[in-house]
T-cell receptor, first 109, second 115 residues
Framework: KQEVTQIPAALSVPEGENLVLNCSFTDSAIYNLQWFRQDPGKGLTSLLLIQSSQREQTSGRLNASLDKSSGRSTLYIAASQPGDSATYLCAVNTEKLVFGKGTKLTVNP | DTAVSQTPKYLVTQMGNDKSIKCEQNLGHDTMYWYKQDSKKFLKIMFSYNNKELIINETVPNRFSPKSPDKAHLNLHINSLELGDSAVYFC??????????????FGNGTRLTVT
C-alpha cells in the first residue's frame, strides 16, 4: 500500500528565503508525482507534475525533483514571498493519486 | 469562467438525511473525480469517471452514489448521512484517461457538516 509522508508538517520563514519541502513515498512503482498548493477555503492548484522518467520540473521560482529509486521528491521555492503562504501537498500516482498530509508554509513579511 | 464548480459551498444537515453535491467542469476534460478531505486534512480519492464510465471506486460505503449524466458533470449523492461523513468534498477533472496521468483541476470544495 502506497504511503506518502511530507516533512515538515509546518514551516515558517522570513520573506526572501529559499526553502525546500520534502516528500517521501513507500512504493517506487509510480507513474508520476504531482505537487499542489492549497489555500484556505479553496481547492487545490496543480503546481508541477513530474513523470516517472523525469528527474525534475521547473516553473518560475519552483523546482521539483524526483528520485524514484529512493522514493523521494523535493519542492524548492526560491526567493519566497508572503503570497507563497499556503499548504503544499505532494501526491504520487499509482493509477490513482495518493496524497501526503501537506506542509503548511508561512512566509513572513 | 470557473473551470470546476461545485455547489453548494457549505452544507449543514442532520443525521439520516439524504443530500447531493453537484459538480460541473467547462474544461472539456474526459475524467472527473470526487475526493474527500477529512478533519486531519487527509485527501483521499472516492470515485473517478472517464467519459461517464466509472473507473475508480474506492472502498466507500454504498450510501455514496456518484452520477455522471455527461462528461462535464459528476454529482455525488449521499444517503442516510452519518456524523463521520462530515468533511470537505472536492470535485476535480483532468484531460487524461482517468489514471491521473495529467494535472488535476480542483473545485473549491463543499464543506459538509452533519449534526
Amino acid at each position: 500500500k502506497q504511503e506518502v509522508t511530507q516533512i515538515p508538517a509546518a514551516l515558517s520563514v522570513p520573506e526572501g528565503e529559499n526553502l525546500v519541502l520534502n516528500c517521501s513515498f513507500t512504493d517506487s512503482a509510480i507513474y508520476n508525482l504531482q505537487w499542489f498548493r492549497q489555500d484556505p477555503g479553496k481547492g487545490l492548484t496543480s503546481l508541477l507534475l513530474i513523470q516517472s522518467s523525469q528527474r525534475e520540473q521547473t516553473s518560475g521560482r519552483l523546482n521539483a525533483s524526483l528520485d524514484k529509486s529512493s522514493g523521494r521528491s523535493t519542492l524548492y521555492i526560491a526567493a519566497s514571498q508572503p503570497g507563497d503562504s499556503a499548504t503544499y501537498l505532494c501526491a504520487v500516482n499509482t493509477e490513482k493519486l495518493v496524497f501526503g498530509k501537506g506542509t503548511k508554509l508561512t512566509v513572513n513579511p | 469562467d470557473t473551470a470546476v464548480s461545485q455547489t453548494p459551498k457549505y452544507l449543514v444537515t442532520q443525521m439520516g438525511n439524504d443530500k447531493s453535491i453537484k459538480c460541473e467542469q467547462n474544461l472539456g476534460h474526459d475524467t472527473m473525480y470526487w475526493y474527500k478531505q477529512d478533519s486531519k486534512k487527509f485527501l483521499k480519492i472516492m470515485f473517478s469517471y472517464n467519459n461517464k464510465e466509472l473507473i475508480i471506486n474506492e472502498t466507500v460505503p454504498n450510501r455514496f452514489s456518484p452520477k455522471s449524466p455527461d462528461k462535464a458533470h459528476l454529482n455525488l449523492h449521499i444517503n442516510s448521512l452519518e456524523l463521520g461523513d462530515s468533511a470537505v468534498y472536492f470535485c476535480a477533472s483532468s484531460p487524461g484517461q482517468g489514471y491521473a496521468d495529467s494535472p488535476l483541476h480542483f473545485g473549491n470544495g463543499t464543506r459538509l457538516t452533519v449534526t
